[in-house]
């Protein structure tokens, strides 16, 4: 009985809590009720204390029922955010406030709608880093078991051989410039994704970027029986960008398209528009099945005939060409014919006199 008294009388104190708040603001309307009383009527002591004692019970009720309303409503408020929290609702269509808070229940559905998509783009961050780890474990141990098992079998006697020695170390040699450029594309996509790569943009001659980049590739062609060039245009043109990430932008496109034309040609085409610049690589190399096109761009992913080829490639260069042509707020375009070729195609802001 006692602890059933003490429950009751917990429950008034906190009812009371909950309005006190608008105890203030109860006491001087009662105040002014008061003198308005005594004011407006000629009244006795007896009657005044009567007066007095009706105002002070009828504020206790006034406060009563206001701690009780607001209680309600806060444990209702409070009951539908740990909801949110526990991820409860399937839909914020579900949270459904009492009348007196329908003002708020918009409000409540929308912290719930940016829960779950912070939620959802957890879970996403999770799956991707998952997903992430276990590509660059795989990339990074097949160079290094590579690289491993060519020099074991040189320390196992391989080393004295003239007729295997040299392939042998160029074949490591080669594996490791293949290990460290998987490195190099690591760390720039890891800044890139992480916000921690700045750029820097300025005005700077686009003719002479390209054919510098376009002097320095033909040096290092594997193949005589492909055809490097850059396709006239306006000398004097001027474009505003980050000049070294652009120049690893060609260089990235311009390298694929070498990787995959065994013969034929390479073209890097400038089409001059009257704010912006289009550039072009295109080539006549093996080409992209069209159901691939919107894959390339992502982390590793690599196409089924470069699987089943040997061709060489850490499959994140396409991914950094997009993050930073995005970076300069354009898109870059793709457009191929498996056996006939491929292009890439983005557009840079164009020097304008004013």
Excluded: W
Aim: overall charge neutral; glycine content about 4%; cysteine-free.
């Amino acid at each position: 009985m006692l602890v059933i008294v003490l429950r009751s009388f917990n429950k008034v104190i906190s009812n009371f809590k909950f309005s006190s708040i608008f105890l203030i603001e109860i006491f001087l309307f009662s105040i002014i009720l008061g003198i308005l009383i005594v004011l407006l009527f000629d009244v006795t002591n007896f009657q005044l204390f009567v007066v007095a004692l009706s105002i002070l019970i009828f504020d206790l009720i006034l406060l009563y029922s206001i701690g009780i309303k607001r209680r309600k409503d806060i444990e209702e408020i409070k009951s539908v955010i740990k909801s949110i929290r526990k991820n409860r609702f399937l839909h914020e269509d579900e949270i459904i406030l009492s009348k007196s808070l329908k003002d708020l229940e918009g409000n409540i559905k929308a912290m719930s709608r940016r829960t779950q998509q912070d939620i959802a783009n957890m879970e996403k961050l999770a799956h991707a880093r998952t997903e992430f780890l276990g590509y660059v474990s795989h990339e990074l141990r097949t160079p290094i078991f590579t690289i491993q098992g060519y020099l074991e079998t040189l320390l196992n006697g391989a080393v004295d051989d003239s007729n295997v020695n040299k392939t042998f170390l160029k074949k490591a040699f080669n594996h490791s410039e293949n290990l460290n450029a998987l490195l190099n594309d690591l760390i720039d996509i890891s800044m890139i994704e992480s916000g921690l790569l700045k750029l820097s943009f300025r005005y700077f001659n686009l003719y002479d970027h390209l054919d510098e980049i376009i002097t320095d590739i033909r040096q290092t062609l594997p193949s005589q029986k492909i055809n490097l060039s850059l396709q006239e245009f306006n000398n004097g043109l001027e474009v505003y960008g980050d000049k070294d990430k652009l120049k690893q932008v060609m260089t990235n496109l311009i390298s694929n398209a070498i990787k995959y034309t065994e013969e034929g040609s390479i073209d890097i085409i400038v089409i001059e528009k009257s704010k912006s610049v289009l550039v072009t690589v295109k080539d006549s190399g093996i080409g992209i099945a069209q159901a691939e096109i919107d894959r390339i761009f992502e982390r590793f992913y690599r196409t089924d005939r470069e699987r089943a080829s040997s061709i060489p490639g850490t499959g994140l260069g396409l991914a950094i060409v997009k993050h930073i042509i995005e970076a300069h707020h354009s898109t870059i375009e793709v457009s191929s014919e498996i056996n006939v070729g491929t292009e890439f195609t983005f557009k840079l802001k164009k020097f304008a006199l004013s």
